[in-house]
C-alpha cells in the first residue's frame, strides 16, 4: 500500500457520461498530480495541485476538469466522454517544502472503459 | 514531442544475469532522473533516481549510470531475478518544475 488511494478502481461507462475520479494523497503531501495511461503507452501528464492551487497543466483536454480541496483530497472530473478516454487515471502525491523531494507516490489507479 | 524516449519496448534475460535497460532524453533542462517499476494492476512503484550532478547511484543490485553529454541515462539490475519481470519507465523533471516527464516503459521479463 502506497498510502495513495484512488477510487474507483474500475468503471465502466458509456460515451457522452460524465465520471469523476478521486484521490487521497499520502498523509502529509501537499501535491497531488494526474496522469494517464493509455493501452501500452507511457504516462501523460495531466495537471498538478500543490495545496489547493493548480500548480502545471499538461495535455489535458478541456473536457477534463480537477480540483484539490482543503482536506488535500483531489477529483478528477471526465465529461463528454469519448472512446478514446479509455485508459488507467493514476494519481501521485509528493511532499511540499521544505522537504523538496522529488518522488511522486503513485495510487494502484483507476481503470476507465469507455464503450 | 517526446522528451524521454525508451525505445525497446521489452527485453528478455535470463535469471541470474544483467538486465541493461536504456533511456534518453531530449530537454537540457532536465536535472532529475528516476526509474519506476509497474507490475500489472498496480501503480509504479519508485525505484532508484539520479541527479545530474551524479553520474552514478547504486542501491543494492539496482545501478543507474548517467551520462550527460549523450544525454542518456541506463538501468544495470545485477543479478536478475524473476520477480524483477514487470514494466519499468524512465522519467525526468527539470529544476523548478512541477512535473515528472515519463518514457514509454520497457517490459523486463526475467527466463527462469
Known amino acids: 500500500d502506497s498510502g495513495v488511494t484512488q477510487t474507483p478502481k474500475h468503471l465502466i461507462t458509456a460515451t457522452g457520461q460524465r465520471v469523476t475520479l478521486r484521490c487521497s494523497p499520502r498523509?502529509?503531501?501537499?501535491?497531488v498530480y494526474w496522469y494517464q495511461q493509455s493501452l501500452d503507452q507511457g504516462l501523460q501528464f495531466l495537471i498538478q495541485?500543490?495545496?489547493?492551487?493548480?500548480?502545471a497543466k499538461g495535455n489535458i483536454l478541456e473536457r477534463f476538469s480537477a480540483q484539490q480541496f482543503p482536506d488535500l483530497h483531489s477529483e478528477l472530473n471526465l465529461s463528454s466522454l469519448e472512446l478514446g478516454d479509455s485508459a488507467l487515471y493514476f494519481c501521485a502525491s509528493r511532499p511540499g517544502p521544505p522537504s523538496g523531494a522529488n518522488v511522486l507516490t503513485f495510487g494502484a489507479g483507476s481503470r476507465l472503459t469507455v464503450l | 514531442d517526446q522528451q524521454v524516449k525508451q525505445n525497446s519496448p521489452s527485453l528478455s534475460v535470463q535469471e541470474g544475469r544483467i538486465s541493461i535497460l536504456n533511456c534518453d532524453y531530449t530537454n537540457s533542462m532536465f536535472d532529475y532522473f528516476l526509474w519506476y517499476k509497474k507490475y500489472p494492476a498496480e501503480g509504479p512503484t519508485f525505484l532508484i533516481s539520479i541527479s545530474s550532478i551524479k553520474d552514478k547511484n547504486e542501491d543494492g543490485r539496482f545501478t543507474v549510470f548517467l551520462n550527460k553529454s549523450a544525454k542518456h541515462l541506463s538501468l544495470h539490475i545485477v543479478p536478475s531475478q524473476p520477480g524483477d519481470s514487470a514494466v519499468y519507465f524512465c522519467a525526468a523533471m527539470g529544476q523548478g518544475a512541477q512535473k515528472l516527464v515519463f518514457g514509454q516503459g520497457t517490459r523486463l521479463t526475467i527466463n527462469p
Open positions: 495541485y500543490y495545496n489547493g492551487e493548480e500548480r
Open positions: 498523509s502529509g503531501d501537499l501535491s
